[in-house]
């Protein structure tokens, strides 16, 4: 019943930037905490950064400086603003609650930084 769609993500030279949108359906989307967590080869899945319906942001260290989230309640959706890209931010992106998630993912969307 929930619905998460990532879009946005592409190939990217280092130190370029790239903009990531969330669109979420099927619950109440100002009632949650979403975040924006990722997956790299090999890796487990990290927390990338999370936004409360009060805008209250939280970002990991890996990111602050380069990364910016932010919603739009109205229109249901998160964004992720990433600048200053480098090769260790290569991943599949995916968006969800946080800090608990909605027991299911999106597909993602890959993001690849190389030159």
């Known amino acids: 019943q929930v619905q998460l769609v990532e879009s946005g993500g592409g190939l990217v030279q280092p130190g370029g930037s790239l903009m990531l949108s969330c669109a979420v359906s099927g619950i109440r989307f100002t009632t949650a905490a979403i975040g924006w967590y990722r997956q790299a080869p090999g890796k487990q899945r990290e927390l990338v950064a999370s936004?409360?319906?009060?805008?209250?942001?939280i970002s990991a260290d890996t990111v602050k400086g380069r990364f910016t989230i932010s919603r739009d309640n109205y229109k249901n959706t998160v964004y992720l603003q990433m600048n200053s890209l480098n090769p260790e931010d290569t991943a599949v992106y995916y968006c969800n609650a946080h800090p608990r998630d909605y027991g299911s993912w999106g597909q993602g969307t890959q993001v690849t930084v190389s030159s």
């Open positions: 936004i409360t319906r009060n805008n209250y942001k």
